[in-house]
């Protein structure tokens, strides 16, 4: 096998555990919290939302310090320096003794991650430019499926084996997986090389890379499109409860409605990259960005669970085409000296993008139900369309006109 496929498929694996990990917390994290010693429940609501948003605020923060490291240093060595250690952390949060010490490793968790866009930039660089869309997009699937089945496989895991257990599940799979990395990834970097760049600060290099033309609609596309898809997530178990009523195993229905694109996705997300590559890029993220918005509409009109699971299932689909293809267009647009940058400053906007869509959704829904999010999340991704394609594929257009003009005169 090719080195950059066996590069891939054990990275794939490296993502899938990690955001699997980060999100498998989600159906039990109010119940831990109780059995930790809070018992209050409006103090279990608060400390719920204080500790998930926790992982993302820090990590918001600090992937693109961790980026510009991996630019100047390597991206091998970021993904062991992540990978092992929030391993640690994830062994760690099982032998809480408080809440106190649950959000603090949380935060950590957040600061030291950065395994994501270390990854795509590794793959990025170490893979035929003509492949590079199938190998960002079957990548990007590993990731996308991690958050989204995450929850699912912690609700079984969690009435199976009680909730620690999860987190040395999770905390051993994930050693495991950056053992796998250590052992069997290559990566062809020239440190010295690097070394001779130019040392800018975290501030400076994200001036940099947003004066590449088409990179910060493609950082503003990532925000929204995550917006909108983690918006309505949080409020399922309240949605089936309101179509069905009181229902048993409703954790369960409502993991597997949030989990349901993610299978899709790991289909149709490495075909639709591979799509990028012969027919562009900037073509797939338009029409998956006006399918994705599309399918946010049957979802508000559904009678029962299974309409909404065929729907929802329907909508993965899209979804495989967004992030792969922003990808792709970032890889294409940054040199590969800054690249590790480039990816981290779009995890960041993603990472904005998971912390702020369920708070603002949770406000929204008391004026507007929780069908109206619905619709309201298919008009906020129909204009992320309507825009980004203008912002885009008009900036994208016009490098490569430059680049034509520069052939000419060479």
Request: hydrophobic share 50%; proline share 4%; with cysteine.
């Amino acid at each position: 096998m090719e080195r950059w496929k066996i590069n891939l498929g054990v990275l794939w694996v490296g993502t899938f555990l990690q955001m699997s990990g980060m999100s498998m917390v989600l159906p039990f994290l109010s119940l831990y919290i109780k059995e930790l010693g809070v018992t209050d429940p409006n103090e279990i609501s608060v400390w719920a939302g204080l500790v998930f948003s926790a992982n993302f605020v820090t990590a918001f923060l600090f992937q693109p310090i961790w980026g510009k490291l991996s630019d100047r240093y390597g991206r091998k060595i970021m993904l062991l320096r992540s990978g092992f250690g929030m391993a640690i952390v994830n062994i760690l949060l099982g032998l809480s003794t408080n809440v106190w010490h649950l959000l603090i490793l949380r935060l950590l968790n957040g600061t030291i991650s950065g395994f994501i866009p270390a990854a795509n930039a590794l793959v990025a660089t170490n893979t035929p430019k003509e492949k590079s869309g199938f190998a960002l997009g079957t990548l990007q699937s590993g990731a996308v499926s991690g958050s989204i089945i995450g929850p699912f496989i912690g609700g079984l895991l969690a009435d199976q084996f009680g909730f620690r257990t999860i987190f040395f599940i999770t905390g051993s799979l994930l050693l495991a997986a950056t053992t796998l990395t250590m052992l069997v990834v290559r990566e062809k970097f020239d440190v010295e090389k690097a070394k001779q760049e130019p040392n800018v600060s975290v501030l400076a290099g994200f001036r940099q890379i947003i004066a590449f033309r088409g990179i910060p609609a493609m950082y503003t596309v990532t925000f929204i499109t995550q917006l909108a898809l983690t918006g309505t997530m949080p409020l399922m178990p309240v949605f089936i409860e309101e179509m069905h009523g009181p229902v048993p195993s409703l954790a369960f229905y409502a993991g597997l409605v949030s989990s349901i694109s993610g299978f899709s996705n790991v289909i149709f997300a490495p075909i639709l990259g591979r799509m990028g590559d012969r027919f562009g890029s900037e073509k797939v993220l338009r029409i998956s960005l006006i399918c994705t918005g599309l399918s946010f509409i049957p979802q508000a009109f559904v009678h029962n669970v299974w309409q909404l699971l065929i729907v929802r299932f329907l909508q993965g689909l899209f979804i495989g085409g967004l992030m792969p293809s922003v990808n792709a267009l970032i890889r294409r647009n940054v040199p590969d000296t800054m690249i590790s940058r480039a990816f981290s400053f779009n995890q960041s906007f993603l990472s904005l993008g998971n912390l702020i869509g369920p708070s603002i959704s949770g406000v929204l829904s008391i004026w507007v139900g929780i069908r109206g999010l619905f619709l309201l999340s298919a008009v906020l991704m129909l204009l992320n369309a309507i825009w980004g394609s203008r912002a885009i594929i008009g900036h994208l257009g016009n490098d490569h006109a430059d680049h034509a003009a520069e052939q000419s005169r060479q």
